[in-house]
């Protein structure tokens, strides 16, 4: 299993940028591909943005592709979410996410708490 834990939420004006990082405890941070989710109020969850194991791949939704981008530290246990030009509509609760089995859009199994990113205009 995995533990995940967000930071680097915060307020920010459109067209601001913002940093979250998702620290994971786990002796096999390789064995996950990490993504990015966000809720915003009264919608449904979505998907932001995957990393693969290695790195190597990365799928974007179409909403922050070119704005945002995703990394991840396999030595520090890490996956971070470079957001900028921040819209209005990019305010949100941002989930960190892993999963053992697959590469994709879909969700695996672990969550992290969330961490709240709100996009003044």
């Known amino acids: 299993q995995v533990q995940l834990v967000e930071s680097g939420g915060g307020l920010v004006q459109a067209g601001g940028s913002l940093r979250l990082s998702c620290a994971a405890s786990?002796?096999?941070?390789?064995?996950?591909?990490m993504g990015w989710f966000r809720q915003a109020p009264g919608k449904e969850r979505e998907f932001v943005a995957t990393?693969?194991?290695?790195?190597?791949?990365?799928v974007y939704a179409d909403s922050v592709k070119g704005r945002f981008t995703i990394s991840r530290d396999n030595a520090k246990n890490t996956v971070d979410l470079q957001m900028n030009s921040l819209k209005p509509e990019d305010t949100a609760v941002y989930y960190c996410?892993?999963?053992?089995?697959?590469?994709?859009?879909?969700?695996?199994?672990?969550w992290g708490q969330g961490t709240q990113v709100t996009v003044s205009s």
């Open positions: 990393i693969s194991w290695s790195g190597t791949s990365i």
């Open positions: 996410n892993a999963d053992l089995f697959r590469f994709g859009t879909r969700p695996g199994n672990y």
């Open positions: 786990t002796r096999t941070f390789t064995n996950y591909v």
